[in-house]
């Protein structure tokens, strides 16, 4: 494998002839290998895929889907799992539309809709940890609510004219030629304050423990109660800025938006490399889930004789690729 | 408790008691609102009013749940239920509309046995994975929750077909007996299925491999074949599910054919007073839960609420039914009631909406 060197390619030459990643970054480099291999595929198949546009463009596309996925990283990390996000999705873009329709400053605005998903995420937290309802139904409770609630809104589709969210969702960052959205930056540092808080914070390591085993994490006196509601809620608030960036992305609020997308945000994870029986993985991993299931998308499109429903199936096979393959690597390190 | 409990007290312990009450009360909402809700009139040989409309409507959810239920009780859960029966669905529409004689029944015939041959095949997949390669349920079922409706797509190319043969059409709207044909398909397939488990050892062996399915395994049960088997049950029922659907509409939209019915199925289940922990299961129950789903869907409208707002009122059922069910939220509210005895009420309540 060619990209195992990339990590290292900085060092010496004896270094970089000697290095072996460590076999809990496997998963994560076969999903950039993954990525990498896509690209070129596609640069060298069609005309103008290898511009770097092309990549900024999947940054910019798919930011909500990142964000999404890195909030549920935290709760499948702890071995549960986050049905929700799809519906909070829809219903941000609903509050969002709705308050700016009743003439509400668009900060305030913002801040119901990160303020519902984060309650959202806490109630679903506190029916995990403290009635030991199962995560999938408990989230399941949450999916109904958030979808019933953005029902309750508005049946109807509004759409979104208010001057600063059309404003912030066509400025662009320029360099040279190339240009990104400002939620492509915001998705990049939702991925670096999880990688950071996830590797280096006490919290962090207790979404491991938690996820390696919840006994054990108990009876080392590790905080688990509240890291276990804190993972809901860090996935409730990501979920809302996603809907937030969405509603940008998109802008309007329909009850019918993000159907679907929770199995999007959970094929990213598992496809970079988490393991959804919690303990193992990295955002970064799911940041290239993200982005792989994105280059498909753009693949697809450039090719142009395949049709949309290709990536669903094509998503289904990569989730089958990876979860066998972690089913057969975890059985040979017990 | 007294050695022969009498009869109040056994009915206070069945466990049936909350799901039938709920569906009471809300059949008493209903006629609250509507003074005639629960008139049947009969009209050409039929049957005709809002009961007769909810048996109907339950079936697709009830078929599918009945599945549901096996597979939850060797500890599993089955996620693929709604892409499989928008597959079935595709399969035989495409089939129907590419027959030479399109309205025969001998066409509608061999493309509902197409359908359920490619459904079969489905739920086999889906026990492999579990039952051979040992993944954890959720994951192999999502696997294919993400492809299968790719996969009706391209069966459909993408288009919504709407096939013409009365008699496909008949599963829907047909009636047998002064019954809705739906409704009858689903109780003949519940009838079977409390006759397989309860009559034979099977049910004790599916108990079995739920509660243990290694203590099973070396007791002498095949819990592998069983896997296998309630999965490929479950598959076959969501494809009956499947073309039930696409028969009341005339036609296969394959990315809202069976949405969400696997969230209705499960709700199905737990309402019933199936344990998702698995190794224990009522068929009954689930039945009662897929007319009660059917019957809250008929009584939002009938108050007055626009329909799509059910949602909201399915996170509440599933919230107070998990908070009955769970043995933490009972001693945490029994707690409460030594002091004051107000909390309980809230929960009864809650099961009541």
Not at chain 2, 86 to 99: E, K, L, P
Not at chain 2, 289 to 310: C, Y
Not at chain 2, 317 to 346: D, E, K, N, Y
């Amino acid at each position: 494998m060619s990209a195992t060197t990339v990590p290292a390619a900085s060092s010496t030459w004896d270094r970089v002839k000697g290095y072996r990643p460590p076999s809990r970054f496997l998963p994560v480099i076969a999903t950039l290998a993954l990525f990498v291999g896509l690209f070129g595929a596609g640069g060298v198949r069609y005309e103008g895929f290898s511009d770097p546009q092309v990549l900024l463009s999947l940054l910019i596309d798919n930011a909500f889907l990142i964000v999404l996925a890195v909030g549920v990283t935290f709760v499948i990390l702890t071995g549960g799992i986050d049905l929700s996000v799809g519906s909070v999705v829809a219903l941000s873009t609903m509050i969002a539309a709705k308050t700016l329709e009743m003439g509400w400053s668009p900060y305030l605005s913002m801040t119901a809709v990160l303020a519902t998903g984060t309650l959202l995420g806490l109630l679903m937290g506190l029916l995990v940890h403290y009635f030991d309802i199962q995560p999938f139904i408990a989230t399941l409770a949450g999916l109904f609510l958030a979808r019933g609630l953005t029902y309750l809104i508005s049946v109807e589709s509004i759409s979104i004219n208010d001057e600063t969210f059309t404003q912030l969702a066509f400025k662009t960052i320029r360099f040279g030629d190339y240009y990104v959205r400002w939620t492509a930056v915001v998705a990049l540092l939702v991925v670096a304050v999880a990688a950071y808080v996830l590797a280096r914070t006490r919290f962090g390591r207790t979404v491991y423990a938690i996820g390696g085993s919840e006994s054990s994490a108990m009876l080392m006196g590790l905080r688990v109660a509240f890291t276990k509601v804190g993972v809901y809620v860090i996935s409730g608030f990501c979920a809302s800025l996603a809907g937030l960036m969405f509603s940008l992305y998109i802008l309007s609020g329909n009850s019918l938006h993000a159907i679907g997308m929770e199995l999007d945000a959970i094929a990213a994870v598992v496809i970079g490399g988490t393991l959804l029986t919690g303990g193992r993985g990295y955002v970064v991993g799911s940041l290239l889930g993200v982005l792989v299931l994105g280059i498909i998308k753009t693949l697809i499109s450039f090719d142009g004789t395949l049709s949309s429903y290709w990536i669903r199936i094509i998503t289904g096979v990569l989730l089958l690729v990876f979860v066998v393959v972690q089913r057969f690597a975890s059985r040979r390190q017990p | 408790m007294p050695e022969n409990p009498t009869l109040v007290q056994r009915l206070l312990r069945h466990q049936l008691l909350w799901p039938v009450l709920a569906l009471v009360a809300l059949l008493v909402i209903n006629v609250v609102a509507t003074p005639t809700f629960l008139n049947i009139r009969m009209q050409d040989g039929h049957l005709y009013g809002n009961v007769v409309d909810i048996v109907r409507n339950s079936a697709p959810v009830m078929l599918v749940a009945l599945g549901m239920t096996l597979v939850i009780a060797t500890r599993g859960i089955d996620l693929s239920v709604g892409a499989i029966a928008a597959i079935s669905a595709a399969v035989a529409c495409t089939r129907i509309v590419g027959a030479g004689d399109e309205a025969a029944l001998t066409t509608a015939v061999m493309a509902c046995t197409y359908a359920l041959i490619a459904c079969i095949a489905l739920g086999a997949w889906n026990g492999f994975l579990v039952s051979v390669l040992r993944i954890q349920p959720i994951i192999a079922t999502l696997i294919l929750m993400v492809a299968g409706r790719g996969i009706s797509m391209a069966i459909t190319d993408g288009q919504i077909t709407t096939p013409n043969n009365g008699w496909f059409s008949d599963l829907a709207s047909g009636f047998v007996l002064t019954l809705p044909l739906a409704f009858i398909i689903a109780l003949v397939v519940f009838a079977l299925t409390a006759v397989l488990t309860r009559r034979t050892a099977l049910g004790m062996l599916i108990e079995a491999v739920g509660i243990n399915p290694e203590a099973s395994r070396l007791a002498g049960v095949r819990s592998r074949t069983i896997t296998w088997t309630v999965y490929t049950f479950s598959g076959l029922c969501s494809g009956i599910a499947g073309l039930v659907i696409a028969a009341n509409t005339n036609s296969v939209n394959a990315n809202s054919l069976g949405l969400w019915i696997e969230l209705d199925a499960i709700l199905a289940v737990v309402i019933g007073g199936t344990s998702l922990a698995g190794g224990r299961f009522s068929l009954t129950g689930t039945f009662i839960g897929a007319i009660f789903i059917a019957t809250l869907a008929r009584t939002i409208p009938n108050i007055g609420i626009p329909s799509e707002v059910n949602y909201l009122f399915k996170a509440i059922v599933v919230i107070a039914v998990c908070l009955l069910q769970s043995s933490r939220a009972r001693s945490v509210f029994r707690r409460h009631r030594s002091v004051t005895p107000g909390p309980a009420v809230p929960v009864a309540k809650g099961i009541a909406a």
